[in-house]
């Protein structure tokens, strides 16, 4: 299995966070634990991650040019970041920054990408020989 790209990380970590603020707050979820419906979504979020074609320069999802979801997964994740977004700057500071700071990312869409460039980001080759 390759390794998950650091940016990965901290977006799986993010939305988990995310969707447990939400979660507590909207359904009879405890603080550690997810009610069916979001801990399903949740899945759902991690599967999508698994499959994302950006490595470590990753955008946020929501400035995502290809945004992988489901409309109806679309609308649901923007309804649980638009909740959760504020709120974690209060509970989990560190990590709504990097957040912010990862929104201003801009992403070319992988089909603008070279097949050498999406290979590397895949971890699949290593970077290119210097010439000269
Ligand atoms: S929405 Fe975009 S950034 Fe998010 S997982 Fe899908 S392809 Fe990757
Ligand atoms: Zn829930």
């Keep these: 299995m390759r390794q998950e ?23 009879a ?53 638009r909740y959760a977004g504020p709120r974690m700057l209060l509970k989990h500071p560190v990590l709504a920054i990097r957040h912010q700071l990862d929104g201003l990312r801009k992403a070319m869409h992988p089909k603008s990408l070279s097949r050498d460039q999406r290979l590397q980001k895949a971890g699949k080759t290593p970077p290119a020989e210097p010439r000269g």
């Design 5 to 27: 790209h650091k940016r990965l990380q901290r977006e799986r970590r993010t939305v988990a966070v995310m969707i447990g603020i939400y979660c507590a707050d909207h359904h």
């Design 29 to 81: 979820a405890t603080a550690d634990s997810l009610c069916a419906s979001c801990q399903e979504f949740q899945e759902y979020a991690d599967r999508r991650l698994e499959k994302c074609p950006y490595g470590d320069d990753k955008p946020t999802c929501a400035n995502c040019p290809v945004h992988c979801y489901k409309p109806a997964r679309r609308e649901q994740v923007k309804r649980i970041m």
